[in-house]
């Protein structure tokens, strides 16, 4: 007689900064909401934690409520009330605090980009930690994410674990090295950590400036898991050009450091489903894409008559990691080539935000062009059901989830070779990889002749063999990039951790 063993379903709480859609800055909202899922799918408890932001999306926030437990939280050698808030977001069950300070921490009009987010997140880390331990909650896993919730390994080893909150393994999850939270050392004793114990190469002092910590450090060196969001991510900030810092530290603990590619929500994105689209569609109805076109076509003031020119999209915060002068460059390569070029893109940074809405006033009028700087959501949607081809030349990109979108509304994307590009996006014309796979067009050298070897031939492809390009488009819609294996894969690491404590407890 064979067995299988059952695998005993698992407690994970998530504490994030975002989560899609209530509270959405780029793809780490989609990643939490999306893995979330799909454990839960699985059978697994899934609880979340957020701050309270005044600027969420409360409409998309089912059953809000107050609980009548008000929660005390340290910071800054006083004690604050937290107002406690629970809702569900997509089926799943979520905390909101919203603490009592007088700075009002969460009441900014804007998720990030104040000047105290260093104080806001490690205030927030702190509370959430302390909602789980007075709730009297034992999760098997607590996950943090990013450089906002990074204190959350340190603070749960250092002083949680002693208060009895001890039954979680902690994993990180870093969606992109380049943002890792450093602050001046006596900072970090606001929410009660040691500075004394934790400024110290080994720990959380910063590998480049010894006065400072580092957030993210701190996660790496005490998280029992620490995963990034795609393999080859995961080996680029192992090296000195890709760590921003951190690759010798990575490098010690390279034993519990892995890259796990992100998948996407795909009940949400769904062309076949998504009714915020003009018309829906599948991969065997290419005319229902073609509607949506047209549709944007009309509704940009776009040229529409001509079914020869592809459209060519592009959605991104336009920061220079994305690849901003190409992206700059492919709007007049795309016109050169005979195609439209839309563009939905928002930038944190003022001197680039200027720059491109000088370039949309150019194009104000023009019968091929369109920027559009700003974020929508509902906008992206009909971008991605109206591209032929949609363009992500990054600089770098740990994962990257609007190459797997585009694909799954039937865009070709067009990428640069570098992290999770590198892992979803396969040449048409790389002899190396099998037929199955191909799914795009790739470049490597991050310069406008790199580019166009890709955008030229993606065009080509378009305008002179229709037939081969709907073929194109039919697989990419068909491939599966759902959180399905991915989550496997965290359930897995997650199980392995817990029983491993386990273990060692028994000795
Ligand atoms: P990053 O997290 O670096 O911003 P990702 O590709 O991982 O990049 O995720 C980007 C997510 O944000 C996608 O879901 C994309 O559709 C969305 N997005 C980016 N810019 C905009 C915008 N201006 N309007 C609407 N959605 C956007």
């Given at each position: 007689?064979?067995?299988?063993?059952?695998?005993?379903?698992?407690?994970?709480?998530?504490?994030a900064?975002?989560?899609?859609?209530?509270?959405?800055?780029?793809?780490l909202?989609?990643?939490?909401?999306?893995?979330?899922?799909?454990?839960?799918?699985?059978?697994?408890?899934?609880?979340?934690?957020?701050p309270?932001?005044d600027?969420?999306?409360?409409?998309?926030?089912?059953?809000?409520r107050?609980?009548?437990?008000?929660?005390?939280?340290?910071?800054?050698?006083q004690?604050y009330?937290?107002?406690?808030?629970?809702?569900?977001?997509?089926?799943?069950?979520?905390?909101?605090?919203?603490?009592?300070?007088?700075?009002?921490?969460?009441?900014?009009?804007?998720?990030?980009?104040?000047?105290?987010?260093?104080?806001?997140?490690?205030?927030?880390?702190?509370?959430?930690?302390?909602?789980?331990?007075?709730?009297?909650k034992?999760?098997?896993?607590?996950?943090?994410?990013?450089?906002?919730?990074?204190?959350?390994?340190?603070l749960?080893?250092?002083?949680?674990?002693?208060?009895?909150?001890?039954?979680?393994?902690?994993?990180?999850?870093?969606?992109?090295?380049?943002?890792?939270g450093?602050?001046?050392?006596?900072?970090?004793?606001?929410?009660?950590l040691?500075v004394?114990?934790?400024?110290?190469?080994?720990?959380?002092?910063?590998?480049?400036?010894?006065?400072?910590?580092?957030?993210?450090?701190?996660?790496?060196?005490?998280?029992?898991?620490?995963?990034?969001?795609?393999?080859?991510?995961?080996?680029?900030?192992?090296?000195?050009?890709?760590?921003?810092?951190?690759?010798?530290?990575?490098?010690t603990h390279?034993?519990?450091?892995?890259?796990?590619?992100n998948g996407?929500?795909?009940?949400?994105?769904?062309?076949?489903?998504?009714?915020?689209?003009?018309?829906?569609?599948?991969?065997?109805?290419?005319?229902?894409?073609?509607?949506?076109?047209?549709?944007?076509?009309?509704?940009?003031?776009?040229?529409?008559?001509?079914?020869?020119?592809?459209?060519?999209?592009?959605?991104?915060?336009?920061?220079?990691?994305?690849?901003?002068?190409?992206?700059?460059?492919?709007i007049?390569?795309?016109?050169?080539?005979?195609?439209?070029?839309?563009?939905?893109?928002?930038?944190?940074?003022?001197?680039?935000?200027?720059?491109?809405?000088?370039?949309?006033?150019?194009?104000?009028?023009?019968?091929?062009?369109?920027?559009?700087?700003?974020y929508?959501?509902?906008?992206?949607?009909?971008?991605?059901a109206?591209?032929?081809?949609?363009?992500?030349?990054?600089?770098?990109?740990?994962?990257?989830?609007?190459?797997?979108?585009?694909?799954?509304?039937?865009?070709?994307?067009?990428?640069?070779?570098?992290?999770g590009?590198?892992?979803?996006?396969?040449?048409?014309?790389?002899?190396?990889?099998?037929?199955?796979?191909?799914?795009?067009?790739?470049?490597?050298?991050?310069?406008?002749?790199?580019?166009?070897?890709?955008?030229?031939?993606a065009?080509?492809?378009?305008?002179?063999?229709?037939?081969?390009?709907?073929?194109?488009?039919?697989?990419?819609?068909?491939?599966?990039?759902?959180?399905?294996?991915?989550?496997?894969q965290?359930?897995?690491l997650?199980?392995?951790?817990?029983?491993?404590?386990?273990a060692?407890?028994?000795?």
């Amino acid at each position: 007689l064979t067995s299988t063993p059952t695998r005993s379903a698992l407690h994970v709480i998530h504490i994030a900064a975002e989560m899609a859609p209530v509270a959405k800055v780029g793809g780490l909202g989609d990643v939490v909401t999306g893995l979330s899922k799909a454990l839960q799918k699985k059978g697994h408890l899934v609880e979340i934690v957020l701050p309270k932001y005044d600027c969420m999306q409360y409409d998309l926030i089912h059953n809000l409520r107050a609980l009548d437990v008000e929660v005390e939280s340290y910071f800054d050698g006083q004690l604050y009330k937290n107002k406690i808030w629970v809702g569900a977001v997509e089926g799943l069950p979520v905390y909101f605090i919203e603490p009592y300070h007088p700075d009002k921490l969460f009441w900014r009009g804007q998720y990030y980009g104040e000047n105290d987010d260093f104080k806001r997140f490690s205030f927030f880390s702190r509370a959430a930690l302390e909602l789980i331990l007075q709730a009297g909650k034992k999760p098997d896993i607590i996950h943090c994410h990013d450089w906002q919730t990074a204190f959350v390994a340190p603070l749960y080893w250092d002083l949680y674990a002693s208060k009895g909150l001890n039954s979680a393994r902690i994993s990180f999850t870093c969606h992109n090295f380049e943002y890792q939270g450093t602050a001046p050392a006596r900072e970090l004793a606001s929410c009660g950590l040691d500075v004394s114990q934790l400024n110290r190469p080994d720990r959380m002092q910063d590998n480049s400036a010894h006065d400072r910590i580092n957030a993210v450090k701190g996660a790496v060196v005490f998280s029992n898991i620490v995963t990034t969001v795609s393999p080859t991510y995961a080996q680029e900030v192992r090296t000195p050009e890709g760590g921003k810092g951190l690759h010798t530290t990575l490098n010690t603990h390279s034993k519990k450091f892995i890259g796990i590619l992100n998948g996407i929500d795909t009940d949400t994105w769904n062309p076949a489903t998504d009714s915020r689209i003009e018309v829906q569609y599948n991969s065997g109805d290419l005319q229902g894409k073609a509607a949506n076109k047209q549709a944007l076509r009309r509704h940009l003031g776009l040229l529409l008559s001509d079914s020869t020119r592809p459209l060519v999209g592009c959605i991104t915060r336009l920061v220079p990691q994305k690849g901003v002068h190409l992206i700059r460059h492919a709007i007049y390569r795309t016109i050169e080539l005979g195609g439209q070029f839309v563009l939905l893109g928002s930038s944190p940074v003022h001197h680039i935000q200027r720059e491109f809405e000088g370039i949309a006033n150019q194009f104000q009028h023009h019968d091929n062009v369109r920027l559009i700087l700003k974020y929508d959501e509902l906008l992206s949607r009909s971008i991605y059901a109206a591209s032929d081809i949609f363009i992500i030349p990054s600089i770098f990109e740990p994962c990257g989830l609007t190459q797997m979108i585009a694909m799954r509304y039937g865009a070709i994307p067009v990428v640069r070779k570098t992290g999770g590009l590198n892992d979803s996006v396969f040449d048409v014309d790389d002899e190396t990889i099998p037929h199955q796979f191909r799914n795009g067009f790739t470049f490597l050298s991050p310069d406008e002749q790199g580019f166009n070897g890709a955008l030229d031939r993606a065009i080509q492809y378009y305008k002179n063999d229709r037939e081969t390009w709907e073929q194109l488009v039919q697989k990419v819609m068909s491939m599966d990039f759902s959180w399905e294996s991915s989550a496997e894969q965290y359930e897995e690491l997650y199980a392995k951790s817990v029983t491993r404590a386990k273990a060692t407890k028994r000795v």
